[in-house]
Every structure is written in structure tokens, then in C-alpha cells.
């Protein structure tokens, strides 16, 4: 299980700039944040420090117990796709299709808003040009959670193991995510919302299951 930040580190997060996430800290306690994937520095001077969507979520959470222990070292956190049913205590988890069932409840629309919130602000401060409509440094690196956060966040709902959604995957290709859907109508709608989020999306056909699929890619320009 994830360890929670320390006071400080919760400190810091919780009077970050509620707009646009900007932290003020030493300089020891924002690179623990960085190293914990709940920060970010700014590339350009002057280099200032943002909280990462999973920062944001952590500051949207209740505050942890003042008495929780200060932990001697940090441990490396970021965003990721979840591995199994159980994600990362404090780290939100967009739902790539496949998992147990899930309850879209107030709580999680309410996450799923707050982490896309954030992943366009992270979008405004990496891509060089300021731009939020085409995906930023850490969504070509983190394909299939930044795809199915796109879908989730514009309503459409995951496969679980007992009803039809989406399912993102990985594959052979580097740079693209493939999205499988049960019906043709659906994946006409995933495609559109994957465009207007900032991805490339084309349909295909599997030669062996004749299954129509989306093959998208973080748009460049």
C-alpha cells in the first residue's frame, strides 16, 4: 500500500494555488512531492513547482491524520493504469476496462472531474506553447491511462467483468493505444471524444475476429 505524504509534504499540498496548483515549499519537500509523482517543475524559468493530477487528487481527499509518522525516505509515485481491482491508496486510477465493477457514484464522478481538470492544467504548463487541446509530455508516456481518463471523463462507461464499456490496451505500436467497444455506435462516440481530447483515432478491423477497434495516438499538432 502507497504510503500517505507526511504532515509537511500535506502541508505543502494543501496550500497549493487552488487554481493552478503552483506550490511554495523548500526546496527538500518539493522534490520528495516530485519524486512521489505528485509534483512537477516547471521546464522554464522560473521553474517553479505544479502538483501533478494525482497531487490534486491528494488535495482534494481528506487530510490525513496530524499524527501520522514522518517517513525517513520517499518512494517513487505517479500516475498509472491500475494492475489489479485495488489502486494505489491517494493515487486516482482512470478505469481502462476490465475491472471489478464500479459504482459511478458522486465521489467518483467527482475524482474523474478533478483528475482531467488537472491533466489539462499539466497540459498548459509542459506543452511549450501553453496548449490544452492536444495531450502533453506525460500522456505519450502513460498511453492507456491517459486515453481511458478521456473516455471516462467524458461520460462513457468501462467494461467490467459483468456489463459491456470500453477497453483500452496497449499495443505493438509505441505511440498508440487500441479502444474496443461492443458496438459500432460506441466506437463512432469514443472516437469523437478521443479527437476532441486531443488523439488521433482510426477504425479497424482484427483479421482473425473481424472485431471493429480503435487504433489512437496523442495528436502533435
Known sequence: MTRPPTAPQRRVIDTADPATGRLRGTEAQLA?????????RHPRPPHDHFLTPAGHRIREAAPESAADPVEPSESPESLRPPESSSPAVGVFAARVGGE???STTPARLREVR????????????????GATDRPC????????PAAALALESAGHRPASTDEDGYRVRETPQPDAVAVYVPDGETLRACAATLAGAGWQAGEYTEPRTRARYLLASPRRV
Open 137 to 144: 509530455g506525460w500522456e505519450r508516456t502513460h498511453l492507456v
Open 114 to 129: 478533478t483528475a482531467w481538470e488537472g491533466l489539462l492544467e499539466l497540459r498548459r504548463m509542459t506543452n511549450r506553447d
Open 100 to 102: 471489478v465493477p464500479g
Open 32 to 40: 520528495a512531492l516530485v519524486k512521489r509523482g505528485l509534483a512537477f
